[in-house]
């Protein structure tokens, strides 16, 4: 038995059985884009923690930061007692993120976090209780959260769900599209939304729309920037809140700081973790200053965030991110990715169905027969299982599982982003 199968042994006689294994391998080490496993075999890192470690594993300026704050004060609750780091780093959040004329930040631990509060601030803004989501949605496992999440078997057993919660469907043009241009494709969708006024909830019960600009778990779909202008323009007119989770898609992932930049849309709250605090656990809620003071002293808020030795990491993967020019690394790294894929598309198309993504957040959706309606979960757990022997860490995604996720490392060098797609490109061909 080795080093890996005895800690996999031991996670499985104290670890409750609903924390899910996406994967069989273990993790000893980090730096960068690769990982040791517990046997000191080294993994080719192409999920990053699901989008966490966008700016590599244990990054030096990172540690340093933690060290250094880890001497000066580790927690006092910032509700209890101000402490710098906390305002330093919402002050960077709103340079970077301005919602309009006044923009403030409320800190979390979490993307589920980030989540709850932001509906509970949607909520005492507009004195509404109505909630708009869509199919393929993930925005966590709480139990608001798992009411807007659309995947079933995330919350199975787990009801009644929170209540106010109406649910659309995802603006997926390659599933959905019905043969229609990408503008009347657009107009179809916005006209559902409009049309569910009249038969789902009325519009001036309705507090928020919330949405991911590109589907994470849902399999990396990108909502038509004309939708999300769209979106805009009809909470405007409603005066619902729009919502925009940028958790899987922010921080340079797509190219931009923002996912929802590629739009030219400005939301009135967005949500962030993941990549922001680079593994330390450290979310945000940004908004317009005129909705997020519109939550009641006391509601929003909790013990632990906003931590101090968080908010110094995150900080330092800010800076870092500027320093390296990451968006500039993601759009790099997404065309050699995107290259690849419609290659793979072209030469396999009764089995790669779709290719997509923005920057160096990409999928591939395995299909069979060329069809959309017919997904490949078999063939996609194959070519994984196969990665997963050959030193590639990479993950999958969507309703089905069929779907093969990238979240490479920002930082990565051509050679191992090289090597890695190599090492998929194999495992595609051999499960034909």
């Known amino acids: 038995m080795t080093v890996s199968d ?18 069989p391998l273990t993790a000893a080490s980090g730096k960068d884009f690769m990982m040791k496993d517990m046997d000191g075999r080294d993994l080719i890192d192409f999920a990053t923690g699901i989008g966490v470690t966008s700016a590599g594993h244990c990054p030096e300026p990172v540690v340093a930061a933690i ?66 989501c869509y199919t393929g949605a993930f925005h966590g496992r709480t139990m608001m959260g798992m009411a807007l999440t659309s995947k079933v078997s995330y919350k199975h057993w787990c009801g009644p769900m929170a209540g106010g919660v109406y649910r659309l469907p ?14 009347a494709f657009v107009e179809r969708e916005l006209r559902r ?31 038509p920037p004309a939708y999300l202008q769209g979106l805009r323009q009809i909470c405007d007119e409603h005066g619902i809140v729009l919502i925009l989770d940028e958790v899987q898609t922010g921080f340079c992932r797509t190219g931009r700081w923002a996912c929802y930049e590629h739009a030219g849309v400005v939301p009135d709250i967005s949500t962030w973790a993941k990549a922001l605090g680079s593994g330390m656990p450290i979310g945000a809620v940004i908004g317009r200053a005129a909705v997020m003071d519109k939550a009641a002293p006391g509601t929003i808020g909790g013990t632990y965030p906003g931590n101090p030795v968080t908010c110094a990491a995150a900080r330092a993967t800010i800076q870092l991110m ?53 997904p490949d979960a078999e063939r996609c757990a194959a070519i994984l299982k196969s990665c997963w022997a050959n030193g590639l860490l990479v993950i999958p995604a969507g309703t ?32 034909l």
């Open 170 to 183: 995802y603006p997926d043009f390659y599933h959905q599209g019905d043969g229609l241009s990408h503008d």
């Open 6 to 23: 005895e800690l996999i042994k031991r996670r499985r006689a104290v670890i409750a059985n609903g924390l899910g294994m996406v994967t």
């Open 322 to 374: 500027k320093d390296e020019d990451l968006c500039a690394k993601a759009e790099r790294v997404g065309t050699v990715i995107g290259e690849r894929f419609t290659a793979w598309k072209a030469k396999y198309p009764q089995v790669v169905g779709d290719v997509r993504g923005m920057g160096a957040m990409r999928a591939m959706e395995l299909v069979h027969n060329g069809d959309p309606h017919q």
């Open 400 to 431: 089905y599982k069929n779907i093969i996720r990238l979240l490479v490392p920002l930082t990565i060098d051509d050679a191992t982003l090289y090597r890695g797609l190599d090492i998929l490109a194999d495992a595609l061909a051999e499960s």
């Open 193 to 223: 939304l409009k049309d569910a006024f009249l038969t789902m909830v009325p519009a001036d019960e309705v507090a928020a729309i919330i949405i991911e600009p590109i589907l994470g778990e849902g399999g990396f779909v990108v909502a």
């Open 67 to 132: 060290e250094n704050q880890a001497r000066q004060l580790i927690h006092t609750c910032f509700m209890v007692a101000t402490y710098e780091p906390y305002v330093a780093l919402a002050e960077d959040l709103v340079d970077l993120f301005p919602h309009g004329e006044q923009t403030k930040v409320m800190l979390t631990t979490t993307g589920a976090e980030s989540v709850e509060n932001a509906i509970k601030i949607a909520r005492q803004a507009t004195r509404r209780s109505g909630v708009i």
